[in-house]
């Protein structure tokens, strides 16, 4: 079973956070939500989470992967945080998953790791990620960094962390099961 960490900081987009604790807790991922403080974390729209466990608790290195949501103030307090970054450039450096959707990509690029590397994000952010090689897809994955543009992107966003382990069919089975295949005709 995979194990990932979710980070979330006062701020952060409710959608793009559940919505991947969500798939990956049906696709049998350990995920856990990970704050930066407090346990109990206020979103971007008043939604107050409580997280599993706090990034002061100890070592997450034993972990798959990092999933970082936007919202803001979100994904400005979770750059300003050197747990935060140090955490992103030992997943990174290890080959580990590194994920991030809408202005959290801006978490990479202070960290340091997007330099030549294909990504996305919130469109407002483009210009923030002046290392990168900015695409517009809706997810892009370059090596173990994998990034999306926003809320209305988020199942993709998860379903794609479920390719990078190698779950296809667990997604294709979500994907069926969550009608998100009849979404994608309609559009």
Partial sequence: MKKLI?????????????????VLRRADFECHMVALGEL??????????KADKSITEGNFFDYDGVILPGGMPGAKNLREDIKVIELVKEFYASGKLVAAICAAPIVLEKA????????????SFKDELEHSLYKEDLVVRDENILTSRGPATTLAFAYEILNYFGAEDTAENLKEGMVYNLLKEKI
């Fill in 6 to 22: 979710i980070m979330l900081a006062d701020g952060f987009e409710e959608i793009e956070a559940l919505t991947v604790v969500d």
């Fill in 40 to 49: 109990e974390v206020r979103g971007s729209h008043d939604i107050v989470v």
């Fill in 112 to 123: 340091g790791i997007v330099s030549g590397r294909s990504v996305t994000s919130y469109p």
